[in-house]
């Protein structure tokens, strides 16, 4: 199965749109990998919460329900400035597969430093039925 990569920098309350969805929907992807990094290791101390959504998010906030039925994958990366290293944890829900757009907010609840993710997804061939019932679910989730 191919991999996609994806690699940005999340400003503090900020949004990045992953563009997934093609016309047939017959392209469906499962996260492999999440990975947080502060943009400014050692620096100033920050403690920043991604999320990773099937729809877009409001201005993003640090709070983190499992219970969202939306959220594919979370994550926290804590960075000290006496501290030359970072601590991260990320969480990937399930082994959900989807075919839409995805979205990765951001917000830093100590002092608005921005942060580095790298996502890693893994394409998968589906059929139609699959497509409807992953397109069916990103629909449900929507606000």
Do not use: H, W
């Not at 970072?86 to 951001?106: G, K, P």
């Amino acid at each position: 199965m191919p991999i996609k990569t994806f690699r940005g920098q999340l400003a503090d309350e900020e949004q990045d749109t992953i563009r997934l969805s093609t016309n047939t929907g017959l392209t469906g992807y499962r996260i492999r990998k999440f990975q947080l990094m502060p943009a400014n290791p050692g620096g100033q101390d920050s403690v920043n919460v991604c999320k990773i959504f099937t729809y877009e998010q409001g201005t993003p906030v640090a709070t983190v329900d499992f219970a969202d039925e939306t959220m594919l994958a979370a994550g926290v990366c804590q960075n000290t400035a006496s501290y030359a290293y970072a601590e991260y944890t990320t969480i990937v829900f399930e082994e959900r597969v989807f075919n839409q757009d995805i979205y990765i907010s951001q917000k830093d609840y100590a002092t608005g430093e921005a942060v580095n993710y790298y996502l890693e997804l893994e394409q998968i061939k589906i059929s139609t039925d699959e497509a409807a019932v992953a397109t069916l679910q990103d629909m449900r989730g929507s606000p």
